[in-house]
Nanobody, 123 residues
Framework: QVQLVESGGGLVQAGGSLRLSCAAS????????MGWFRQAPGKEREFAAA????????YYADSVKGRFTISRDNAKNTVYLQMNSLKPEDTAVYYC????????????????WGRGTQVTVSS
């Protein structure tokens, strides 16, 4: 059974930092890319960042570029999202997903999703 389990969310003041984790299990993800998406109340789920298990390719949405860093630990089957200089508009539920596709910023191309972790940034 494939599982993606997010953790690390919480409440932080604007300008602060959080590190999210996504632990993957249940299959081999070596040919996949892992993505972080976020969904604010009343809005659609949007792409934040992605990384491939193989190689060093990373991808970022313009809204988080320079503030967020995605990384992985292959030995632990875990992907991280380091979020710095957080803003109130970063408040959302953050989801981890896995896709075999070349395109990594479309929710419809993801095969697996976690249940999400809440990030709240106060002003």
């Amino acid at each position: 059974q494939v599982q993606l389990v997010e953790s690390g969310g919480g409440l932080v003041q604007a300008g602060g930092s959080l590190r999210l984790s996504c632990a993957a299990s249940g299959r081999t993800f070596s040919s996949y890319a892992m993505g972080w998406f976020r969904q604010a109340p009343g809005k659609e789920r949007e792409f934040a960042a992605a990384i491939r298990w193989r190689g060093s390719s990373t991808y970022y949405a313009d809204s988080v570029k320079g503030r967020f860093t995605i990384s992985r630990d292959n030995a632990k089957n875990t992907v991280y999202l380091q979020m710095n200089s957080l803003k109130p508009e970063d408040t959302a539920v953050y989801y981890c997903g896995a896709t075999p596709a070349v395109v990594v910023d479309r929710t419809t191309l993801y095969d697996y999703w976690g249940r999400g972790t809440q990030v709240t940034v106060s002003s």
